[in-house]
């Protein structure tokens, strides 16, 4: 165990000694993240939080109340036992933090670093109800990293269950999918996950940039699942290479958990979205992460536009990694264009605050009109046109209306659109039965359970654009559901 | 090349592609259609041209070496039916991937005409199966040294003049020939379908950069197509999008010849 400071072992006694109130609590300063200087961080692709030291991790678990009633756990989707695994992380005890996460969470290192927490567990914590500002509540997402991280090496595979001799087929290896095959292994089936992609991992490797989400923390996670005896196929389309009734008419498989998220980008329909320098923030990001653009030509053979003024629309999380993104592919100047004002915005806190302390240029109220090119069909601007914010709409934020002839053109050789993804229409059209909504997603019932027998499907294909966090919860949902369907098909088999 | 890739030799159907990447660690993920498959053997054939960097890879692999990885098969199948008299056009490294179309036309019943373009006599490919599918061939080179002197439109054009009017067309090579076949046959009123090469990421969806226009609306090769109505396609957009990372492809594809001459494995073969 490192040295810890004077002030957190008079602090630990009191605490022990059941003699920390919780005045002396709140007068704990939360505990800033250390972070790679934005001036440095601009020009690299290593992780921009760098983590708690040991000091800080047991300081900031200290200002939390252990609140009888919990609140934080009612805002956590998969109702992690927060109060208890910061008890432990302030006691040092990081391997036992680590394994009550563990029991809620397959992806705790994953979900420390990419959760909204702000609108989850610490939205509800009392330390910042009493502060009146949730950036000032106890830091459990950076806890759980940090438990993560730390105790993460020595961490337990968790073990399958016994054999029952039944096969599940996971399709997608996205958080969804990675929880809802540890569950069904733990069930004792043998589980097989089909990827489309070359890499496992989903929206974890194509899309979370490296400066968010380090890969081999990604890798790590699927190690384990092999481990644990998951079989991993990468390369294989289901609906193409197999359908869902060639897998479980023909290949065996009794139960299939659909977690194929919602990958299909939206484009604005503006003038000029097919020019050459337009990306969806799919692609831009794809090629830059999964695909390492960013080493074009010394490591990797997938090229990216080399852009000088990028335009970026859209103010959601994948808006910002891929401004962020362009600053790192080396351009000098990044637009984030959004017509709403930046309270609306659907992105973390942390990540427009990280783009900004990067130079991102923010034009809020303001949406491109078109894009224009040249003669060559390359972009060489934006038109755009300017917002006020009028009455609420139907989701409750104030709705933006143009006003008439604020056209203004801003210069750029790129233009990435992130305005979110739709459902792809692949699995609809190839199997028959399978119901879906009319904007393309699968119905399911409380149990993740779809209009098919023995198929259950989670995550973004049943929720729209969700978080990794709501799709872990519905691959747990899910695989209970698998188990107990399958634990039914076997007592039916034996009663035969 | 052959390539062993059982589910995809059991599942592909005419007008399906699949994207292979030579190396799994850093190589490029590229589109390449199937030309052909043997289910018993588990293996599908491509057939690419070498043209930069990625496709140089592929051409200088052995056999028994292994690829990076090979995925799908992917695009919607042919729509095959019984049309009439069906014209099947090729142009340049085009004619492999019309291969399989014009099997399954022939096998629907259809009297198939088959248009094969090429620059030049060496570079035309595929002449033997073509002849032997189709009720008549017609063999066009650029520069007259093999065939008829010229290019695609002009036998095409020919055809959709004759009393028996063709009653589809199917036309796949480079963009600027799929333009120009559909110009030709559309003041004839006869349908005409193309299949798009773009660039692509994925091939799955997810990435949107193969998106061309169709009748004015926004379609993705990979899901939506590779085939499409040529009547509707903008080809004009779709050329500048293919011409998107010329520069950068260029540079790869000297770098790379660059190091192969310096360790002496170059073997200029043509593919």
Same mark, same amino acid.
């Given at each position: ?41 601009? /020009? ?19 200002? =939390? ?14 109702? +992690?036992? +927060? ?37 989850? =567990? ?23 990293? /940090? ?86 196929? =990468? ?39 097919h ?102 069909g ?29 056209? /203004? ?38 149990? =993740? ?27 747990? +949902? ?19 | ?170 036309a796949?090579g480079p963009a600027i020939m799929m333009k120009f076949c559909c110009e030709t046959?559309r ?5 005409t379908?193309v299949s798009l090469n773009t ?13 061309v226009e169709v ?6 090769v ?6 499409f109505d040529g009547h509707q396609v903008n080809f004009d957009l779709m050329m500048k999008r293919l011409a ?28």
């Open positions: 165990m490192s040295e810890i400071s004077q002030t957190l072992k008079e602090l630990l006694e009191k605490h022990r000694a059941g003699q920390l109130k919780p005045k002396d609590r709140f007068a704990i300063p939360p505990q800033e993240m250390p972070e790679q200087d934005p001036a440095v961080r601009r /020009f690299n692709m290593n992780e921009v939080a760098l983590g708690y030291t040991e000091e800080q991790a047991r300081m900031e678990a200290l200002r =939390c109340l252990h609140c009888p009633n919990a609140p934080c756990v009612e805002g956590c989707p998969v109702r +992690i036992p +927060i109060r208890d695994f910061i008890r432990e992380i302030a006691e040092g005890r990081y391997q036992k933090a680590l394994e009550i996460i563990k029991g809620y969470s397959l992806l705790p290192a994953v979900c420390g670093r990419v959760c909204p927490q702000e609108v989850q =567990c610490q939205e509800k914590c009392t330390v910042g109800l009493r502060f009146k500002d949730v950036m000032k509540s106890v830091s459990i997402g950076r806890l759980e990293r /940090f438990a993560a991280d730390r105790a993460g090496e020595a961490a337990a595979v968790p073990e399958a269950g016994e054999s029952t001799g039944q096969k599940v087929a996971v399709i997608g290896s996205g958080p969804g999918g990675i929880v809802a095959a540890a569950d069904t292994r733990r069930g004792g089936h043998e589980v097989t996950i089909f990827e489309a992609f070359h890499k496992p991992g989903g929206v974890m490797v194509y899309g979370i940039p490296e400066f968010r989400l380090p890969k081999a923390i990604v890798r790590k996670e699927i190690e384990t699942l092999e481990k644990m005896g998951v079989r991993i196929v =990468c390369n294989f389309i289901v609906g193409r290479t197999r359908t869902i009734e060639q897998l479980m008419k023909e290949d065996g498989f009794d139960a299939v958990y659909i977690g194929v998220g919602a990958g299909l980008p939206k484009f604005l329909g503006i003038e000029g979205e020019l050459v320098g337009v990306y969806s923030a799919n692609e831009y990001l794809t090629r830059a992460n999964l695909m390492k653009a960013y080493q074009f030509g010394e490591g990797a053979d997938t090229p990216i536009a080399l852009s000088r003024r990028v335009a970026v629309f859209g103010g959601g999380n994948v808006a910002m990694d891929a401004a962020r993104m362009a600053l790192r592919l080396g351009a000098e100047k990044v637009y984030l264009i959004y017509r709403r004002s930046e309270k609306e915005m659907p992105a973390r806190v942390e990540e427009v605050h990280h783009a900004k302390e990067e130079g991102v240029e923010f034009r809020l109220l303001q949406s491109p009109k078109r894009i224009l090119g040249n003669e060559r390359q972009v060489v601007g934006v038109e755009c046109l300017r917002y006020e914010l009028g009455e609420p709409d139907e989701s409750g934020r104030r709705r933006p209306v143009p006003i008439a002839g604020s056209e /203004f053109v801003l210069e750029a050789d790129t233009a990435i659109v992130a305005i979110g993804n739709g459902p792809n229409p692949l699995l609809q059209q190839t199997t028959p039965g399978l119901k879906f909504n009319r904007w393309g997603y699968i119905e399911v019932d409380e149990n =993740c359970r779809t209009s098919l027998e023995g198929v259950y499907a989670g995550g973004d294909i049943v929720l729209g654009s969700a978080t990794v966090i709501l799709a872990m919860g519905q691959g747990r +949902i899910a695989a209970a559901g698998i188990n107990a369907y399958l634990a039914e098909k076997r007592r039916r088999g034996a009663g035969a | 090349m052959d390539v062993c890739a059982p589910y995809v030799a059991r599942a592909r159907k005419a007008g399906q592609f699949v994207i292979v990447s030579p190396d799994e660690e850093r190589g490029e993920r590229i589109p390449l259609t199937i030309v052909d498959g043997d289910e018993q053997k588990g293996t599908i054939r491509l057939i690419f041209q070498r043209v930069g960097k990625t496709t140089s890879q592929l051409a200088e692999m052995s056999a028994g070496d292994c690829l990076g990885y090979v995925a799908g098969p992917l695009g919607k199948p042919t729509h095959v039916e019984r049309f009439g008299v069906a014209v099947c056009v090729g142009g340049g490294i085009g004619v492999a991937p019309l291969l399989p179309i014009t099997k399954a036309l022939k096998e629907a019943g259809n009297t198939v005409i088959a248009i094969l373009g090429a620059r030049t006599k060496e570079l035309l490919i595929l002449e033997e199966e073509f002849r032997q599918l189709s009720d008549e061939l017609i063999v066009v080179t650029d520069d007259g040294s093999y065939g008829r002197k010229g290019v695609v439109t002009e036998p095409l054009a020919e055809v959709c003049r004759r009393e028996r009017k063709p009653d589809f067309v199917m796949i046959t003041p004839f009123g006869i349908r379908q660039i692509m990421v994925d091939g799955t969806g997810m990435c949107g950069g193969c998106r009748g004015g609306k926004t379609q993705f990979c899901v939506d197509g590779p085939e998107a990372y010329k520069d950068l492809e260029q540079k790869a594809y000297e770098a790379y010849r660059q190091h192969r001459c310096r360790i002496g494995l170059d073997r200029s073969s043509n593919p």
